[in-house]
C-alpha cells in the first residue's frame, strides 16, 4: 500500500477499502491534500480547503469503522464541492467578490446526503461569478494555458488534477458536461428532479440542476446515487424512488441498445479533429446508430434554453444588481443587459416550447436508448480567448431535462481530452448508465479488433 499513489484510486475502490480496513480514510485525504499543496498553485481549483478540518473529518471516520458502527457508500472518501453550495462549517462565495467570506447557517440537502454517507467534505472549488459566463483563474490541468471550462470549473479540476476523487458542480445550460469534456473526467447530470436543489444557489429555477464529476463510470453513478432523494422543499424534486444507478452500470443491456446521433445545425461549430472522431465513434458503432438529418426545431431550442436562464438569472438577482452593480464583471453586465430586453410573453412562449421538447424526447425515447451527441466543440479554448467555451451541444438536453454523461475517449490535435456525450430517456438514468458502460466496452474492442 505504501507504494501506491493514492491520489489516482478510484472513489468506488477507495471507499471499500477503507471499510475493510485495508486503506484509511486519513491515509488518502492526506494524499490528497499533498497532492493539493504540490499543484495547486498552477491549477487554482479550489476557492476554500482547510486541511485540518478535513484531517479531522477522515479521523472520526477511520474510528466509526475501527468500532464496528455502520459505514457508508462514501465513507472516509473525499469530495469537492463548487463554491454555490451551501456548509454551514466553510464559506460559500458564490464566485463574486460580493459574498467574500458568506457563511452559510445550514448545509444544503446534497451535503446532509454526504455526510450520511460517510464522505470527507474536503473543501470548496472555484466556480464562475454566479454560476454564469465570466471565467474563473482556474485552469485546465492539461495546459495551464486552457480553460477547464465553466461554470464548473475547480470541481472538474480538481478531479482531473488527482486532487479529488468526487466532485460536484451544477448544470444550467452545460457547465458538468463541458468541463467534464474539456478537463478528461467522467460526468454526469442525471435527470432534473432526481437530486435536490435546496441549499445551492438557485440561478435559474426552471433549469440549475446539480451534477457529479470522477474518475470512472461506477464513481459517478455512486456519488449520484448517494445525492439522489426527494425533497419536498425544491418544487422540482421529484416524489418517487429513485433510479438504481450502480446497478445500471454493472448491468448488461438485454439486448444490442439502438443509439440516435442527429446532424444539428450548429454541428459547423465542431472543430474539425473533434468532428473526425465523432465520425470513428459512428463508423465504430455501424448499425447500431441511426443518424437523422438537421432537425431546425431541435436546433432552436438552445435559444429557448438562454431564453429562460436568462430571464430568470435576472429575476434572482435583480436587487443584489441594483445594488452592487459596480462590483458585477463586465461579462456578467452583459448579461443582465440582454435579459433585460426578454418580455414575459418571450418567457412564456419559451416555457411553452420547453413542455413540447420534454414531450418529443418522452416520445423519442420510446424508439432509443440514448442519444449520442458531441460534449463541445473540441479541446479546451485556449484562456486568452477569455471565455469557458460553448455550451450549444448541452443546451438542449438541459432544457429537456435528461439525464446526460460525459465520456472521455477521444483525443484532439493538442493531445487533450474531447469528451463523446450520451443522453437518456428522463428518470431512466440506470438504463442510460447502462449503455454508457456498453459503449465503452463496444469502442474498446473494436480499437482492439482493429
Same mark, same amino acid.
Given at each position: 500500500m505504501t507504494n501506491r499513489d493514492l491520489t489516482t484510486l478510484p472513489a468506488?475502490?477507495?471507499?471499500? =477499502?477503507? *471499510?475493510? %480496513?485495508? +486503506?484509511?480514510?486519513? &491515509?488518502?485525504?492526506? &494524499?490528497?491534500?499533498?497532492?493539493?499543496? $504540490?499543484?495547486? &498553485?498552477?491549477?487554482? @481549483?479550489?476557492?476554500? !480547503?482547510d486541511a485540518e478540518a478535513a484531517l479531522v473529518q477522515a479521523r472520526e471516520m477511520d474510528e466509526i469503522r475501527r468500532s464496528g458502527r455502520a459505514t457508508g457508500a462514501l465513507h472516509g472518501v473525499p469530495v469537492g464541492l463548487k463554491d454555490i453550495i451551501d456548509t454551514a462549517d466553510a464559506p460559500t462565495g458564490f464566485g463574486s467578490p460580493i459574498f467574500e467570506g458568506n457563511r452559510p447557517a445550514a448545509d444544503a440537502c446534497i451535503v446532509e446526503r454526504l455526510r450520511e454517507a460517510g464522505a470527507v467534505i474536503l473543501g470548496k472549488t472555484r466556480t464562475t461569478e454566479f454560476a454564469f459566463a465570466h471565467p474563473t483563474s482556474t485552469t485546465n490541468p492539461w495546459d495551464a494555458d486552457r480553460t477547464p471550462g465553466g461554470s464548473s470549473s475547480g470541481s472538474a479540476a480538481a478531479v482531473a488534477a488527482h486532487h479529488v476523487p468526487l466532485a460536484i458542480g451544477t448544470q444550467t445550460a452545460g457547465s458538468v458536461i463541458r468541463p467534464a469534456s474539456f478537463c478528461g473526467t467522467f460526468g454526469f447530470k442525471p435527470t432534473r428532479g432526481v437530486i435536490s436543489r435546496q441549499g445551492v444557489l438557485r440561478t435559474s429555477q426552471t433549469l440549475d440542476q446539480v451534477g457529479v464529476f470522477g474518475r470512472t463510470l461506477e464513481d459517478i453513478a455512486l456519488l449520484a446515487e448517494v445525492l439522489g432523494s426527494y425533497d419536498p422543499s425544491d418544487p422540482l424534486?421529484?416524489? *418517487?424512488?429513485?433510479?438504481?444507478?450502480?446497478? %445500471? #452500470?454493472?448491468? $448488461?443491456?438485454?439486448?444490442t441498445p439502438d443509439i440516435a446521433w442527429f446532424d444539428l445545425a450548429f454541428h459547423?461549430?465542431?472543430?474539425?479533429?473533434?468532428?473526425?472522431?465523432?465520425?470513428? #465513434? /459512428?463508423?465504430? +458503432?455501424?448499425?447500431?446508430?441511426?443518424?437523422?438529418?438537421?432537425?431546425?426545431? +431541435?436546433?432552436?431550442?438552445?435559444? #429557448?434554453? =438562454?431564453?429562460?436562464?436568462?430571464?430568470?438569472?435576472?429575476?434572482?438577482? $435583480? $436587487?443584489?444588481?441594483?445594488?452592487?452593480?459596480?462590483?458585477?464583471?463586465?461579462? /456578467?453586465? @452583459?448579461v443582465i443587459e440582454r435579459a433585460r430586453k426578454i418580455s414575459q410573453a418571450q418567457y412564456e412562449d419559451a416555457q411553452a416550447v420547453k413542455a413540447s421538447a420534454e414531450a418529443f424526447f418522452a416520445g423519442h425515447f420510446n424508439e432509443f436508448d440514448a442519444i449520442l451527441a458531441p460534449s463541445a466543440t473540441g479541446e479546451a479554448p485556449l484562456l486568452s480567448a477569455n471565455t469557458t467555451g460553448d455550451p450549444a451541444f448541452?443546451?438542449?438536453?438541459?432544457?429537456?431535462?435528461?439525464?446526460?454523461?460525459?465520456?472521455?475517449?477521444?483525443?484532439? &490535435?493538442?493531445?487533450?481530452?474531447?469528451?463523446?456525450?450520451?443522453? %437518456?430517456?428522463?428518470?431512466?438514468?440506470?438504463?442510460? /448508465?447502462?449503455?454508457?458502460?456498453?459503449? !465503452?466496452?463496444?469502442?474498446?474492442?473494436? =480499437?482492439?479488433?482493429?
Open positions: 468506488a475502490q477507495a471507499a471499500a =477499502e477503507i *471499510r475493510s %480496513g485495508v +486503506l484509511t480514510s486519513e &491515509a488518502l485525504v492526506q &494524499a490528497c491534500l499533498s497532492r493539493i499543496a $504540490e499543484t495547486d &498553485a498552477a491549477i487554482r @481549483a479550489w476557492k476554500y !480547503l424534486s421529484l416524489p *418517487r424512488p429513485r433510479p438504481a444507478m450502480v446497478a %445500471g #452500470v454493472q448491468a $448488461e443491456p438485454p439486448v459547423d461549430r465542431l472543430d474539425p479533429d473533434a468532428r473526425a472522431g465523432y465520425e470513428q #465513434v /459512428l463508423e465504430a +458503432l455501424g448499425p447500431r446508430v441511426e443518424r437523422f438529418d438537421v432537425a431546425p426545431q +431541435l436546433s432552436e431550442l438552445g435559444q #429557448v434554453q =438562454e431564453t429562460i436562464h436568462e430571464y430568470e438569472f435576472l429575476q434572482n438577482f $435583480e $436587487e443584489l444588481i441594483d445594488r452592487d452593480r459596480d462590483r458585477l464583471s463586465a461579462t /456578467l453586465q @452583459a448541452c443546451r438542449i438536453w438541459t432544457l429537456a431535462g435528461l439525464p446526460c454523461v460525459n465520456l472521455p475517449i477521444l483525443v484532439g &490535435a493538442q493531445g487533450l481530452p474531447i469528451g463523446t456525450q450520451l443522453v %437518456g430517456p428522463a428518470e431512466l438514468d440506470d438504463r442510460l /448508465l447502462r449503455t454508457a458502460s456498453w459503449l !465503452l466496452k463496444t469502442l474498446s474492442d473494436s =480499437e482492439e479488433e482493429t
